[in-house]
């Protein structure tokens, strides 16, 4: 979990494939669900009816077996979603700067809760709401920074103790 842009897909799908697991990304399975992309959504039905669908998907999905799942950003709002997901499942929160993560999506159009005059700003409130509810959800926080997607996937197998799924390779003898 974690703001918009901070990795959770990219990451996510790079962890499954490491260590073997199947890799869901809730807003995949609403976009399927909904029969249309969440910005089309948000225009027609509201943020209130995408939450209520984000909840029942998250509900669903925390209790579905071991899998990488990565929610949208806004999921940690509902205190159902916060309560499921670290109860349910090993939470990883990749923390990103607001700065760092409007460097990332400057350009990117299909995030409506960036599509205003300022995203900047906007990221910074998100940031101030939502890093309290990320931190209170999480089992584990990993800085984004700078490094690249496989050394954060490194890291959250190393931090929780994961295996990878095929074991590298012995070198050879000498």
């Given at each position: 979990?974690?703001?918009?842009?901070?990795?959770?897909?990219?990451?996510?799908?790079?962890?499954?494939?490491?260590?073997?697991?199947?890799?869901?990304?809730?807003?995949?399975?609403?976009?399927?669900?909904?029969?249309?992309?969440?910005?089309?959504?948000?225009?027609?039905?509201?943020?209130?009816?995408?939450?209520?669908?984000e909840e029942s998907v998250i509900d669903e999905l925390s209790l579905g077996g071991d899998c990488v799942l990565s929610t949208g950003g806004g999921a940690v709002l509902r205190p159902s979603n916060?309560?499921?997901?670290?109860?349910?499942?090993?939470?990883?929160?990749?923390?990103?700067?607001?700065?760092?993560?409007?460097?990332?999506?400057?350009?990117?159009?299909?995030?409506?809760?960036?599509?205003?005059?300022?995203?900047?700003?906007?990221?910074?409130?998100?940031?101030?709401?939502?890093?309290?509810?990320?931190?209170?959800?999480?089992?584990?926080?990993?800085?984004?920074?700078?490094?690249?997607?496989?050394?954060?996937?490194?890291?959250?197998?190393?931090?929780?103790?994961?295996?990878?799924?095929?074991?590298?390779?012995?070198?050879?003898?000498?």
């Amino acid at each position: 979990m974690g703001l918009p842009g901070s990795g959770k897909s990219t990451v996510g799908r790079q962890l499954a494939r490491r260590v073997d697991l199947r890799f869901i990304d809730t807003d995949h399975v609403l976009e399927h669900r909904m029969g249309c992309s969440i910005r089309e959504f948000f225009e027609r039905e509201g943020e209130p009816a995408f939450r209520d669908m984000e909840e029942s998907v998250i509900d669903e999905l925390s209790l579905g077996g071991d899998c990488v799942l990565s929610t949208g950003g806004g999921a940690v709002l509902r205190p159902s979603n916060r309560r499921h997901l670290h109860e349910r499942t090993t939470t990883v929160y990749l923390h990103s700067a607001p700065e760092e993560v409007f460097r990332r999506l400057r350009h990117d159009l299909n995030r409506p809760l960036l599509q205003v005059a300022d995203p900047l700003l906007r990221l910074k409130e998100l940031y101030v709401l939502r890093d309290p509810l990320y931190r209170e959800t999480a089992h584990l926080v990993i800085e984004t920074g700078r490094p690249s997607v496989a050394s954060l996937v490194t890291s959250i197998m190393q931090s929780l103790k994961l295996e990878p799924a095929t074991p590298p390779a012995a070198p050879p003898p000498a």
